[in-house]
């Protein structure tokens, strides 16, 4: 009987250990797509309206990457970020990295987009954007 029990205990904590482990969020496929600019703030013009089809990209590169691509659509620039790590508080999901030139943050609380790229040479641009 006792034998019994030790197994009975013994397999009950593989099977449920193993069930906690299988749970594992998908931060950057609940983030990931297309977000249209509604403001674009810089060290040159403060809050400037973006032009049509302005987007941010967040495209997933692991559960808890993504990659952001800033499109503006009246230049032919476009800014990458690669590599930014997303935490989640709640139900807003928190973006950050640093690079050797500048270090990038924000926030997805529902469909909205906060993203603020600063510079070490004191530029920066902070954009809002919805999904």
Excluded: E, R
């Amino acid at each position: 009987m006792l034998k019994y029990l030790f197994s009975v205990c013994i397999l009950s904590s593989i099977i449920f250990s193993g069930c906690k482990n299988a749970v594992d969020p998908d931060n950057a496929s609940a983030i990931a797509g297309t977000y249209k600019m509604t403001v674009y703030n810089t060290d040159a013009a403060s809050n400037s309206n973006p032009a049509p089809g302005n987007n941010v990209i967040l495209s997933k590169i692991d559960k808890n990457t993504v990659k952001a691509v800033v499109v503006y659509s009246n230049t032919s620039n476009t800014v990458t970020l690669d590599q930014i790590a997303i935490t989640k508080s709640g139900s807003n999901y928190n973006l950050s990295k640093s690079y050797s030139n500048a270090s990038a943050s924000g926030s997805v609380s529902g469909s909205t987009l906060q993203l603020n790229v600063n510079y070490t040479n004191g530029t920066y641009a902070h954009i809002t954007a919805v999904k």
